[in-house]
Structure formats: structure tokens, C-alpha cells
């Protein structure tokens, strides 16, 4: 395999690209990745343009999404701060919180892009690629992140890797071919505290804290039942709401529950509200 980063000089119908490029070579599949530009802003489109040529003599099998365009392109943020480690019931409490800790950078294929969106099936489907023939799809970017935290926000300010792929074989058995570039996030660091440490702030306080220690470990976390605590952290505004609450019987059904607000700047606690 070949890996290769190097800078645009074409352009794909038409248009000149002036950001770098990366290639990979596999078994006679040659991936490349081309970006518009080196640096954006959010609120501004990274178009990055996708290609896929078979030098060999014989045709390949490859696997397309629901939409059937040729492979996927998509950015990786780092993930955000997860904060400390936390024993007993507010580690287990702050494991459920943020058991989805992964932030998004969703690029958009310059169809639905054209049409502002529109879901793909939930389908896999085999497409082949003839001998000596070259593909290409284009995809675009706006510059934002998503987070089930924190929602979408613009990416703050650094380095970021553009992954492009492109799966060889048919859906049961595939073979990813990956190529990455880098971008420049233009812009300063995130403001905001993340859930992670938001989460630990609370706990600093001492009120949540002694609400989930003088409480039973639930066997299931989260399972939503009698007994279980379930909750999270969302951020409003700019603030970080902290939920933490347990459905009991004693003696009748009732929810008992916390809730802690910290500033999503400086991190400290706004209130905390008992129910």
C-alpha cells in the first residue's frame, strides 16, 4: 500500500483546488483526496472532491451506502475533554452521561447538498468498477460539529483530519481503502467547558455528589426502572444542566431528582435545584 500527501494542481469540473491532496494505492485501486482549500472558518464551505480509479485489467466489486454515491468523506474532531475518573456511584453515573462522547463533522454529498438534504435508506448495495475506469464524488462542509452534548457548534480553532474511504468488496465482506488530509480550523479555542468536566464541577460542589452516594447503586444505570438513575448533561445556552434523577417507592411512585447548572465558561455552579 501507498500512501502519498501531496499538493492539488487540478482541479474537477472545473474548479481549481488550491488545498492539499492525499493519495493511497491498494491492490491496483488508487484512492485521492483533494480539498478546496487548506483553511476555512465556520460558516464557510469545505468542498473536498473524491476520487477512485481501477488500473487494473478486471473489474472490482465495490460497496455504496443507501445513496449509492462512490465512498464517504467525513472530518474527526478529538474527542472532547472527558474530565477525571470517578469511583462508585459518580463514576458510574458520569460513564452513562457521556456514554456518547464522540463529536460529528457530518459532510454532505454534493446531491443532497443541492437539494439541502434529504435521508439516505438504511441499505448497503454492490456496485462494480470496470477495469480502468475513474470515479468521482464531491462533498462539502460547513465548518460545524455535532455533539449529542452539546448539539451543533462551530469547530473551534486548530487542526483537523478529512478522512476520505472507499469500501472494496461486496457489503458482507468489504475492505476500507482510507486517505487523509488536513485542514486549518481558522478561529480561537471553544469558550465553553465540556460535558466531561462540567460534570466534574458538579460533582466538586458536593450537593450532587451526596445525592448519588446516598442512593443504592442501580444494578442497570440508565435502564430507566425502580431504582435506576438516569439523567445526563445537555448544554443550554451557556450553561451546562446536569440531571441526575430516580424513580422510587417509598411508599408511593414518585421521582426524585437534582439538578445542577454550571457555567459553561468559567465552570462554576450556577444552582442546584432538589425535587
Not at 487548506?38 to 443507501?66: R, Y
Not at 444542566?241 to 465558561?265: F, G, H, N, T, W
Request: a neutral charge; hydrophobic letters at 45%; glycine letters at 14%.
Amino acid at each position: 500500500m501507498t500512501i502519498a500527501l501531496v499538493a492539488a494542481a487540478s482541479g474537477d469540473r472545473g474548479v481549481a483546488l488550491a488545498g492539499p491532496a492525499a493519495v493511497v494505492e491498494r491492490g491496483g485501486v488508487v484512492l485521492r483526496l483533494e480539498l478546496d482549500r487548506g483553511a476555512i472558518a465556520p460558516g464557510e464551505l469545505l468542498w473536498a472532491t473524491l476520487t477512485v480509479s481501477n488500473t487494473n485489467d478486471h473489474d472490482l466489486k465495490w460497496t455504496a451506502g443507501g445513496c449509492r454515491i462512490l465512498g464517504l468523506v467525513e472530518a474527526l474532531p478529538l474527542l472532547p475533554d472527558a474530565g477525571r475518573h470517578w469511583p462508585g456511584a459518580l463514576g458510574t453515573f458520569k460513564a452513562w452521561a457521556l456514554k456518547y462522547p464522540e463529536s460529528y463533522a457530518y459532510f454532505a454529498d454534493e446531491t443532497r447538498w443541492a437539494h439541502r438534504g434529504g435521508a439516505c435508506p438504511a441499505a448497503q448495495f454492490m456496485e462494480i468498477l470496470p477495469a480502468g475506469a475513474t470515479r468521482r464524488s464531491r462533498w462539502v462542509w460547513n465548518g460545524y460539529i455535532s455533539n449529542a452534548a452539546s448539539g451543533s457548534r462551530a469547530a473551534p480553532g486548530g487542526q483537523m483530519e478529512i478522512v476520505g474511504s472507499f469500501f472494496l468488496g461486496e457489503p458482507q465482506s468489504t475492505t476500507q481503502l482510507r486517505v487523509v488530509a488536513p485542514v486549518r480550523i481558522i478561529g480561537g479555542p471553544d469558550p465553553y467547558i465540556t460535558a466531561g468536566v462540567a460534570l466534574d464541577r458538579a460533582f466538586d460542589d458536593g450537593r450532587l455528589t451526596r445525592w448519588l452516594e446516598g442512593r443504592p447503586l442501580p444494578a442497570v444505570s440508565g435502564a430507566g426502572g425502580i431504582g435506576d438513575i438516569v439523567g445526563g448533561v445537555k448544554l443550554e445556552g451557556g450553561t451546562w444542566r446536569v440531571l441526575a434523577a430516580q424513580k422510587v417507592l417509598v411508599p408511593d411512585y414518585r421521582l426524585s431528582e437534582i439538578e445542577v447548572r454550571v457555567d459553561a465558561r468559567d465552570g462554576k455552579v450556577v444552582s442546584v435545584v432538589e425535587r
